[in-house]
């Protein structure tokens, strides 16, 4: 059996009319970025902003297309928004809490969220934690913030999306490898959180060197082609930064919500603002701001120093009308059991850090509350 290609592809999308009923979305220029994988095919089809919703049906027809061909496993076709030159977004009028200091979504950002969102089956909430920039402890809030939620008796999983710079195998001390059922990898375990990575799949030193539609393939297949089972919360660590990835992550996955995460000084919060914005921008509750690297106490005499500033985040978070969680010090002790694989949430559970990181748990699941309660119930597919 020969493996289907890009010019497959192409081929068949070539039947598809576009809008006009009467050239090909290919002739027109419409189809972009077409990635064949392992049975798999994903590509996106970009149209007007304002008829994004409008044309939804052209979406499911190029889906169908593409379907006809033999060895295929999945299809799946994403509408990417394009706005002509000078004209201005449709905008419903913002709320007070964005009046004066983010733009609410436009029309195709909201459809572009409403129709990709498929949940995930066993999972009832997905929380994505992320930052504006790397280096701002992200991963390290990620794995204490689930082992906080998972010791109030949740079941909990960790999904290390951060493809460039998975960490998590090193954080929680696991160096197994995924067995598979057919396509379905069945995640690890590490201190009772169920978790996936894709460092359990490659070397640590490998660098990982793919475009966009790769690894939004790979965030998609860690995400619904895992055994996850049965869980109250899915936290993802995001990859650091708001580039293609992980818009397309806010997009297509149902998020419950989004946690972000800053150092105080100016420079991060900037970058912490524009991650809040783009989460806003495609709909999806923003559950609070956490500070880390708060203040550095010296681990000898316990002097407080301000080395990155202290409060920005707090200051930030009432600037933009969102929740602020807590302040995370910079301290010897989490950086070591971070290193080490045995964070401290886990490996002092009643210590002080262990106390701010379950303080902030606590935050996050009245928050989440509050989102999820006028929700309506996700539809599986």
Known sequence: MSEVTSSDVFAQLSKVKGPDLKSDIVSLGMVENVLVNDGKVIFSIKVPAERAEELEPLREAAEKAVSQLDNLEKVTAVLTAERKPGSAPIRPAPTSAQAGSVPPPTQAQAAAGNTQKAGVPGIKNIIAVASGKGGVGKSTTSVNLALALASTGLKVGLLDADIYGPSMPRMLGITDKPTAQGKILSPLEGYGLKVMSMGFLVEEETPMIWRGPMVISALTQMLREV??????????????????????????????????VSTPQDIALIDARKGLNMFRKVEVPILGLIENMSTFICPKCGEQSDIFGHGGARTEADKLGVPFLGEVPLHMDIRTNSDGGTPVTASNPDGPHAKIYKQIAADVISRLEVETSAKPQIVFE
């Open 227 to 260: 055994a996850w089972g049965e869980l109250d919360l899915l936290i993802v660590d995001m990859p650091p930064g708001t580039g293609d990835a992980q818009l397309t992550m806010s997009q297509q996955v149902p998020l419950a919500g989004a946690v972000i």
